[in-house]
């Protein structure tokens, strides 16, 4: 079974990484340039795990977290946060809104696939 991914990013640069390194590790990738695109993709796609980041335009990553966990039928989806952010402010922020885990920018590939499987599993 091909695991699907909603990355969630306003930077082309960062959702071309992803793409890159979720397909070679042979996830299936799905996209968004921020919050309210990726409840779009959402509304009508199945995924397995979303990556998401805090800092965008038009929904920020808390709100889209929010948002998610609000409609009641994602309560169980693993989100992760990746971000350039390290404050322990943000950090509770997104646990409280219900992050899965919280991930630095810039990220290791082999450490994202890892987290990846173990959030799923």
Same mark, same amino acid.
């Not at 919050?35 to 998401?52: F, P, Y």
């Not at 693993?78 to 992050?99: F, M, N, V, W, Y």
């Given at each position: 079974?091909?695991?699907?991914?909603?990355?969630?990013?306003?930077?082309?640069?960062?959702?071309?990484?992803?793409?890159?390194?979720?397909?070679?590790?042979?996830?299936?990738? +799905?996209?968004? #340039?921020?919050?309210?695109?990726?409840? %779009?993709?959402? !509304? &009508?796609?199945?995924?397995?795990?979303? $990556?998401?980041?805090?800092?965008?335009?038009?929904?920020?990553?808390?709100?889209?977290?929010?948002?998610?966990?609000?409609?009641?039928?994602?309560?169980?989806?693993?989100?992760?946060? +990746?971000?350039? #952010?390290?404050?322990?402010?943000?950090? %509770?922020?997104? !646990? &409280?809104?219900?992050?899965?885990?919280? $991930?630095?920018?810039?990220?290791?590939?082999?450490?994202?696939?890892?987290?990846?499987?173990?959030?799923?599993?």
């Amino acid at each position: 079974m091909t695991l699907r991914v909603l990355t969630v990013d306003d930077s082309r640069t960062i959702l071309a990484m992803l793409h890159h390194t979720l397909s070679n590790a042979g996830f299936e990738v +799905l996209q968004a #340039e921020d919050g309210k695109q990726g409840l %779009d993709v959402l !509304k &009508a796609q199945e995924v397995d795990v979303v $990556i998401t980041d805090i800092n965008m335009p038009v929904m920020d990553g808390i709100e889209f977290i929010k948002n998610v966990r609000a409609t009641g039928q994602h309560n169980s989806l693993p989100i992760l946060i +990746l971000t350039t #952010e390290t404050s322990q402010d943000k950090r %509770d922020q997104g !646990k &409280a809104a219900g992050g899965t885990g919280w $991930i630095v920018k810039p990220f290791d590939p082999e450490k994202l696939i890892s987290v990846i499987h173990r959030v799923v599993h």
